[in-house]
């Protein structure tokens, strides 16, 4: 038989490395964001008692370093993976995977744009919740500092929110030292001060309401959390729509980079003859399949003169 030498399409190697680059830097992120969680469940006991992950009432910041961090890896696994050895299947799970993930952000932005005031009910239990859970977790006890710090809040929407607080409501049969008190991230900052007082905050509450403003925030978190929305808008718009535009421009580059898989795919069908030619018919069906078995691609790789781990354009060969 003559020899015969076709000349094959080639996948776009900038699309294909620009994925490559982009996903691998997703990808150790999330590997840290996983590490920085599971070390905070280590260092809290949770991994060696794994039924006090129910035990918390309120709000678990590690949850959310693991399921950022668990996404981030997803992703950046299959793009990278899907880009560096051009397996469509893992690129089209990048891509579907970005695509829901930016129709879940799409339609949370809708949901809370029209039901305002649901919202606000739901931030206020939210915040409420985790003030009862306030002395059970260190990590949710440092969130709730930062955040009436940062607004200069206190409470939901005030300080009486902190009557929820076991050690801090003002009842009677109440015998902590924090009683009707605030936690110290609620007092108003003395800038001449380098220490901070972690007493500031005892019997503020038994004061009237105008000795109270001298020492600590009077409006809550929820309405401050209103007014910086409304003043950072603009930035806060600029961020959404920069991540809608590098989601879509994801999932485009991918969408890309299979369109040319398969196109070589067709090009190398179309140039096969005889048995090889149905050989590497079937050979491409499988591909995708056998790249996620590597077992089982090493012993096809004994048997048939395939490379099915390789890249694809290594199945387009020179037929004598």
């Known amino acids: 038989m003559s020899g015969k030498h076709f000349k094959a399409q080639e996948v776009s190697c900038c ?55 668990g996404v981030m890896f997803i992703l950046g696994f299959a793009g990278c993976i899907g ?23 799409l339609t949370a932005g809708v949901l809370a744009f029209v039901f305002k005031d649901w919202i606000k009910d739901q931030l206020n239990f939210f915040i409420n919740n985790n003030i009862r859970a306030y002395r059970d977790d260190i990590d949710l006890q440092n969130l709730i500092d930062f955040t009436q710090e940062y607004w200069e809040c206190c409470g939901a929407f005030g300080a009486d929110d902190w009557n929820l607080n076991i050690y801090f409501n003002c009842t009677d049969f109440n015998p902590s030292r924090e009683k009707c008190g605030v936690p110290f991230s609620c007092c108003t900052k003395d800038p001449a001060e380098d220490v901070i007082n972690t007493q500031c905050g005892y019997d503020i509450r038994a004061k009237t309401d105008s000795e109270q403003r001298t020492f600590i925030y009077i409006k809550g978190c929820v309405p401050q959390f209103e007014k910086w929305l409304q003043d950072n808008l603009t930035v806060v718009a600029g961020i959404f729509i920069g991540i809608a535009l590098l989601q879509i421009f994801g999932i485009c580059l991918a969408q890309n980079l299979v369109s040319d898989i398969e196109a070589v795919r067709e090009s190398c069908n179309d140039n096969r003859e005889g048995f090889w030619g149905g050989l590497s018919g079937g ?14 691609c090493w012993f096809v790789g004994l048997v048939l003169p395939l490379n099915l781990g390789g890249r694809v354009g290594g199945l387009c060969t020179n037929v004598k």
């Open 15 to 69: 699309i294909k490395y620009f994925i490559f680059g982009f996903n691998i830097i997703f990808w150790l992120l999330g590997v840290a964001f996983l590490g920085i969680g599971l070390w905070a469940w280590s260092e809290k006991g949770v991994l060696s008692n794994i039924s006090s992950i129910t035990d918390l009432g309120g709000f678990d910041p590690v949850w959310l370093f693991l399921v950022v961090g």
């Open 83 to 105: 880009a560096l050895r051009e397996n469509s299947f893992l690129l089209k799970f990048f891509s579907v995977f970005l695509g829901i993930i930016f129709f879940l952000e």
């Open 283 to 296: 050979a491409f069906m499988l591909y995708d399949f056998f790249y996620l078995c590597p077992v089982f």
